[in-house]
């Protein structure tokens, strides 16, 4: 039932799901991650890539007894989109057995995220992933976490790199992405980092995961859309050019010397780590409603 | 055949005997970015759809 067009190797369902299985193990091995014993904070947004993550790490957990899980889901506070994720969210986690936490950025921030971006809503995206990483460290720190692992996909990745490169931003190009937690903010790790999005969305529907999902209406705004639409058009017509993407980002951190050192102060508001007088989200919401949260 | 569109809108190209991947490409869609059924059944982009098949496209959609 599928192509898998990397390798030419043709993949009926059951092997597709034993091969996605198969691959995110032996990429949280490769990273070491998450420790044993370990508290891991799920990103659960109630999209196809953290439901499928909450349906592998639950199985993980199950056979190896030696993972906590607790999903925790941000609710940014998009109108018309963010209700129905939640709704499947609430229901994945419930459907698992594993306890759910949800906060939202006007508890957490003072602002809805359609608040933050009136007038800039050419910046939502980038805005909202500030925030986002921002609730998602201060629910797990309140949750007991000691990890967080999220779905990002190996589309998400090279989205990623293709950004870098399209913004200039040389410090996140020759930053190891593989580094383990940089000073106060919790360690992440990315399971499905390898894996295509075409294979994460397919194991949803071979697992009978998720039904079709309403679709972020900031999406139009952001660079990711152009970078995704590049490197899918490149991905066709070149198989594998997601993978090499992201294969030569890391082998070029990894090649300049020292690579770039992580933040080393701490935000003056919060306490989180920052490379400047306030980290970048306590910089976005300065002057707004924010109600800052101390970790120490 | 009937092609279903992620947009819920119904084409019907007249061809018959043809791969999945060249329905995708008279429809300007990347393979990349669709899940297809054929009579309700996930196929790969080579497999050939016949000129009486129910083609659908689903589009699998961004952020997770």
Same mark, same amino acid.
């Given at each position: 039932?599928?192509?898998?067009?990397?390798?030419?190797?043709?993949?009926?369902?059951?092997?597709?799901?034993?091969?996605?299985?198969?691959?995110?193990?032996?990429?949280?091995?490769?990273?070491?991650?998450?420790?044993?014993?370990?508290?891991?904070?799920?990103?659960?947004?109630?999209?196809?890539?953290?439901?499928?993550?909450?349906?592998?790490?639950?199985?993980?957990?199950?056979?190896?007894?030696?993972?906590?899980?607790?999903?925790?889901?941000?609710?940014?506070?998009?109108?018309?989109?963010?209700?129905?994720?939640?709704?499947?969210?609430?229901?994945?986690?419930?459907?698992?057995?594993?306890?759910?936490?949800?906060?939202?950025?006007?508890?957490?921030?003072?602002?809805?995220?359609?608040?933050?971006?009136?007038?800039?809503?050419?910046?939502?995206?980038?805005?909202?992933?500030?925030?986002?990483?921002?609730?998602?460290?201060?629910?797990?720190?309140?949750?007991?976490?000691?990890?967080?692992?999220?779905?990002?996909?190996?589309?998400?990745?090279?989205?990623?790199?293709?950004?870098?490169?399209?913004?200039?931003?040389?410090?996140?190009?020759?930053?190891?992405?593989?580094?383990?937690?940089?000073?106060?903010?919790?360690?992440?790790?990315?399971?499905?980092?390898?894996?295509?999005?075409?294979?994460?969305?397919?194991?949803?529907?071979?697992?009978?995961?998720?039904?079709?999902?309403?679709?972020?209406?900031?999406?139009?705004?952001?660079?990711?859309?152009?970078?995704?639409?590049?490197?899918?058009?490149?991905?066709?017509?070149?198989?594998?050019?997601?993978?090499?993407?992201?294969?030569?980002?890391?082998?070029?951190?990894?090649?300049?010397?020292?690579?770039?050192?992580?933040?080393?102060?701490?935000?003056?508001?919060?306490?989180?780590?920052?490379?400047?007088?306030?980290?970048?989200?306590?910089?976005?919401?300065?002057?707004?409603?924010?109600?800052?949260?101390?970790?120490? | 055949?009937?092609?279903?569109? &992620?947009?819920?809108?119904?084409? $019907?190209?007249?061809?018959?005997?043809? /791969?999945?991947?060249? =329905?995708? *490409?008279?429809?300007?869609?990347? &393979?990349?970015?669709?899940?297809? $059924?054929?009579?309700?059944?996930?196929? /790969?982009?080579?497999? =050939?759809? *016949?000129?009486?098949?129910?083609?659908?496209?689903?589009?699998?959609?961004?952020?997770?």
């Amino acid at each position: 039932m599928y192509l898998q067009r990397a390798t030419g190797r043709h993949l009926c369902a059951g092997h597709l799901a034993e091969e996605v299985e198969g691959r995110v193990r032996e990429t949280m091995a490769a990273d070491g991650m998450p420790p044993r014993g370990s508290r891991v904070a799920v990103a659960l947004s109630g999209g196809k890539d953290s439901t499928v993550l909450l349906s592998l790490l639950h199985g993980i957990a199950r056979e190896s007894g030696g993972l906590d899980l607790v999903a925790i889901t941000v609710d940014e506070g998009i109108a018309g989109y963010r209700e129905e994720t939640l709704r499947a969210a609430t229901a994945t986690a419930a459907r698992f057995g594993v306890p759910h936490r949800t906060g939202s950025f006007a508890d957490l921030f003072g602002e809805t995220l359609d608040r933050v971006v009136e007038g800039q809503e050419h910046r939502a995206c980038s805005l909202c992933g500030v925030l986002r990483r921002k609730a998602l460290t201060i629910l797990a720190r309140d949750e007991g976490a000691d990890c967080i692992a999220t779905g990002h996909n190996l589309d998400d990745e090279a989205q990623s790199v293709l950004m870098n490169w399209l913004r200039g931003d040389q410090d996140r190009l020759l930053r190891d992405p593989l580094q383990p937690g940089q000073g106060g903010f919790l360690p992440r790790f990315k399971p499905l980092r390898e894996i295509p999005e075409k294979e994460v969305a397919l194991y949803g529907v071979i697992a009978g995961l998720f039904s079709p999902m309403p679709e972020c209406p900031y999406r139009h705004t952001a660079l990711r859309g152009e970078a995704r639409a590049m490197l899918n058009a490149m991905e066709q017509r070149f198989p594998g050019t997601l993978e090499r993407v992201v294969q030569g980002q890391r082998t070029l951190a990894r090649g300049a010397a020292g690579g770039i050192p992580a933040p080393v102060g701490s935000c003056a508001r919060c306490g989180d780590p920052a490379s400047d007088h306030l980290c970048q989200a306590c910089r976005l919401l300065d002057g707004r409603s924010f109600r800052p949260v101390r970790h120490r | 055949m009937r092609v279903e569109l &992620p947009d819920g809108s119904v084409r $019907t190209l007249d061809a018959d005997g043809i /791969p999945v991947e060249e =329905v995708l *490409a008279r429809l300007g869609v990347n &393979p990349v970015e669709v899940i297809v $059924t054929r009579n309700g059944s996930l196929v /790969p982009e080579d497999a =050939v759809a *016949a000129g009486d098949d129910e083609i659908r496209l689903v589009r699998i959609s961004h952020g997770g």
